[in-house]
């Protein structure tokens, strides 16, 4: 079995969100993705994030209905900050032996991974599928490809390769890391929450029961 585990602030959670997600389902055939939001995510720093029940009950209102998307309050139940190490040992402690596991995440925030928490006892752990949004002529996804490289190379290993479609790159110290191209949304949870603080509609951004939480909960004034 397969399962994907894609985690963020998710403040809110938005149809580019999940449209990422289902499309990665689909690309590699997971059983489940997990979508995980932040506790206390170590690397924001921004104040007045929406509390984490509520992060949490709007990834359930999103994905309620979807087969294949399910909420998980692991980095919630979990004290102190939410390190991605930390939540991928407990998926593999909770699976199945036979599970392979997936890490999802944006090619932004992986060009980023070295400032995690053992970054490099992660990227060893588990595969990891770099999500990218391309513009009509794919040239973003071509920048992002070599982006890739040049930063696991850099920072992981100097014989790190990639080949394939969807680009797979392999070398020491790598479970696997791959690049998979999504529909390109352009939506951001920083625009939804301007936009909700200015009251102005967010409808067609998020599902319409993530925006009337919001409205009842006041959570972006």
Known sequence: MRIGLFGGTFDPIHFGHLRAAL??????????????????????????????ADRLHMIELAVKGEPGLTASDVEIRREGPSYTIDTVRHFYREAADAAEIFLLMGLDAFLE??????????????????????????SKADRGGKALVDFLRARVSADVSGSGSPVSFSGTGLR??????????????????????????????????????????????
């Open 176 to 221: 696997g890391v791959r690049l998979f191209s999504v529909t390109a949304l352009d939506i951001s949870s920083s625009r939804i929450r301007e936009r909700a603080h200015a009251g102005r509609s967010i409808r067609f951004l998020t599902p319409a029961a993530v925006c009337d939480w919001i409205q009842t909960k006041g959570l972006y004034p």
């Open 113 to 138: 991974i070295d400032t995690w928490k053992s970054f490099r006892e992660l990227l060893a752990l588990v595969s990891v599928i770099v999500i990218s949004r391309p513009g009509g002529d794919g």
């Open 23 to 52: 499309e990665v389902k689909e690309g590699f055939g997971l059983a489940q993705v997990f979508l995980i939001p932040a506790a206390l995510p170590p690397h924001k720093t921004r104040e007045g994030v929406a509390p984490a």
